[in-house]
């Protein structure tokens, strides 16, 4: 099953607790905006991807489960 990272924009505060914990998939750029390099959810980086959906203080981040 194939799943991947949203992030809700409005609600973002570029703090960078998920680029922390997950540094292969989030990463700010230089205008404190948040990328997401690929936004796939792989058995690889699920976990890392989890931690930082969890740490998130603004819960703008949630893993989407594709069918
Ligand atoms: S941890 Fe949450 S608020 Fe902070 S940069 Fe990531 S998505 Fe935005």
Do not use: G, H, W
């Not at 409005?10 to 680029?19: M, Y």
């Not at 292969?24 to 230089?30: E, G, I």
């Not at 905006?33 to 690889?44: A, K, S, W």
């Not at 699920?46 to 203080?57: D, W």
């Amino acid at each position: 099953m194939m799943a991947r990272v949203e992030v809700d924009y409005d609600v973002c505060e570029a703090n960078a607790l998920c680029e922390a914990l997950a540094p292969d998939v989030f990463a700010l750029d230089d205008d404190d905006n948040l990328q997401v390099e690929d936004p796939t959810v792989t058995d690889e980086n699920r976990a890392r991807v989890t931690q930082a959906v969890a740490a998130c203080p603004k819960s703008a981040l949630r893993i989407v489960e594709d069918a």
